[in-house]
């Protein structure tokens, strides 16, 4: 079975600290994915990666960073949080990436920002 | 602009009972429906996926259908379980790429 592990369920910080969320894939799979998910709104895309050191914007990238130094592990990165970035963070990998391919997601990260 | 939009925003049924979610989407070049079920506190997983010629998908209890035409989808649940309470989400990706939108989702509670 895939999975997709999170480095922390649940996670409250302060305005202006930096947050790191990483998400690790047992699965060697080449594309992994970052996304928010908020009450009413669907699941938005906020970075993915198609390799190792290659990452591409996705639908809300502003205030976010990512990195992805090695194939199973991809961080994302908020400089200086902010509280309208409260929310549910998933993670997700896939193999091949295409519109056909099924991402598979981690358990997700419930961040507050006070 | 591509959308998804989903219906009911939530639901509650009996246990045993059957129910339909909706899915309507204006979403150009289209590539495929899935649906995902989301349980309280988990990750989306996957249940069906539909190319655009396929018009019906079953797993298990769950049925989905589709109509390009009308770009319109259905997810029936069948005989439902407590199990089913959960979110259950409609996703349409496009073709070329990574591009994929998700609909905002339909809650499902099943109650005893």
């Known amino acids: 079975d895939v999975k997709v592990t999170q480095s922390s369920r649940y996670l409250v910080k302060r305005t202006g600290e930096k947050v790191f969320l990483e998400c690790v894939q047992d699965?060697?799979?080449?594309?992994m994915f970052w996304y928010r998910q908020d009450p009413g709104l669907g699941l938005r895309l906020i970075y993915f990666?198609?390799?190792?050191?290659?990452?591409e914007k996705g639908d809300i990238p502003e205030g976010y960073s990512v990195s992805r130094e090695k194939k199973e592990r991809f961080s994302l990165i908020l400089e200086s949080a902010s509280t309208n970035q409260t929310s549910m963070y998933l993670c997700?990998?896939?193999?091949?990436?295409?519109?056909?391919?099924?991402?598979?997601f981690g358990p997700g990260t419930r961040l507050t920002v006070l | 602009k591509n959308q998804v939009e989903q219906s009911p925003q939530s639901l509650i049924i009996l246990e045993g009972k059957n129910c339909t979610l909706q899915?309507?989407?204006?979403?150009?070049?289209?590539?495929?429906l899935r649906w995902y079920k989301q349980d309280t506190g988990r990750g989306p997983v996957s249940l069906t996926i539909?190319?655009?010629?396929?018009n019906t998908k079953s797993n298990g209890r769950y049925t989905a259908t589709l109509d390009a035409d009308t770009k319109q989808s259905s997810l029936h649940i069948t005989a439902s379980q407590l199990s089913d309470s959960a979110s259950y989400i409609c996703?349409?990706?496009?073709?070329?790429?990574?591009?994929?939108?998700f609909g905002a989702g339909t809650r499902l509670f099943v109650k005893a």
């Open positions: 699965m060697d799979h080449e594309n």
């Open positions: 899915c309507n989407y204006t979403v150009s070049p289209f590539s495929n």
């Open positions: 990666s198609y390799d190792v050191k290659m990452k």
């Open positions: 539909m190319t655009f010629s396929e």
């Open positions: 996703v349409v990706s496009l073709t070329g790429g990574f591009k994929t939108i």
């Open positions: 997700a990998s896939s193999f091949e990436g295409g519109a056909t391919d099924t991402q598979y």
